[in-house]
T-cell receptor, first 113, second 114 residues
Framework: DTGVSQDPRHKITKRGQNVTFRCDPI?????LYWYRQTLGQGPEFLTY????????KSRLLSDRFSAERPKGSFSTLEIQRTEQGDSAMYLC???????????FGSGTRLTVV | GQNIDQPTEMTATEGAIVQINCTYQ??????LFWYQQHAGEAPTFLSY????GLEEKGRFSSFLSRSKGYSYLLLKELQMKDSASYLC???????????????FGTGTKLQVIP
């Protein structure tokens, strides 16, 4: 297994456009998480899936954000009508058991211009 | 909610020992993690403590005191490659849907100098 994969690595978009990111977790991991990280800050929780079910979503997440995990495998995170404040690193992580910690992907760096 | 505190920056000398502290306040504590994050890269898991005491893993050790809301990460025989941010993260059992939320601190940027 090659770990958690995220695509694309970098995305530059104009304000108001929609963007979609993809995450492929480690195959045997049933838990998948999306976090957002800005410079000098720790990762901030966005949403959590157990298998295909989205069980938790941060109150900080506006209606412009939506995430899916069809069939409990890969996940997508979509941001509609992007704003400059959405510029950040979007990190995906997966885990099997919490005690082993999360395995993070390399992230997608979004720049909204 | 949760409140996690760590020093913003630390500097230490190659070969030395450094201790990075983390204090937290949470209503439903259920575990503490330490992650290492090199600049421009994703965090990587270092350790997990749920019971009081010291967990040792090679050059890295992590300590937890639940009654004091306190943890530290101890790095021995520092190497230049240990220069990175170290993130303390706390798991809270008060989440909904079976999810126990993990909240990260802002991280401690460690610089190792020759």
């Amino acid at each position: 297994d090659t770990g958690v994969s995220q695509d694309p690595r970098h995305k530059i978009t104009k304000r108001g456009q929609n963007v979609t990111f993809r995450c492929d977790p480690i195959s045997e991991h049933n838990r998948l998480y999306w976090y957002r990280q800005t410079l000098g800050q720790g990762p901030e929780f966005l949403t959590y899936f157990q298998n295909e079910a989205q069980l938790e979503k941060s109150r900080l997440l506006s209606d412009r954000f939506s995430a899916e995990r069809p069939k409990g495998s890969f996940s997508t995170l979509e941001i509609q009508r992007t704003e400059q404040g959405d510029s950040a690193m979007y990190l995906c992580a997966s885990s099997l058991e919490v005690a082993y910690g999360y395995t993070f992907g390399s992230g997608t760096r979004l720049t909204v211009v | 909610g949760q409140n996690i505190d760590q020093p913003t920056e630390m500097t230490a000398t190659e070969g030395a020992i450094v201790q990075i502290n983390c204090t937290y306040q949470t209503s439903g504590f259920n575990g503490l993690f330490w992650y290492q994050q090199h600049a421009g890269e994703a965090p990587t898991f270092l350790s997990y403590n749920v019971l009081d005491g010291l967990e040792e893993k090679g050059r890295f050790s992590s300590f937890l005191s639940r009654s004091k809301g306190y943890s530290y990460l101890l790095l021995k025989e520092l190497q230049m490659k240990d220069s990175a941010s170290y993130l303390c993260a706390v798991r809270d059992r008060t989440g909904s849907g079976g999810y126990q939320k993990v909240t990260f601190g802002t991280g401690t940027k460690l610089q190792v100098i020759p």
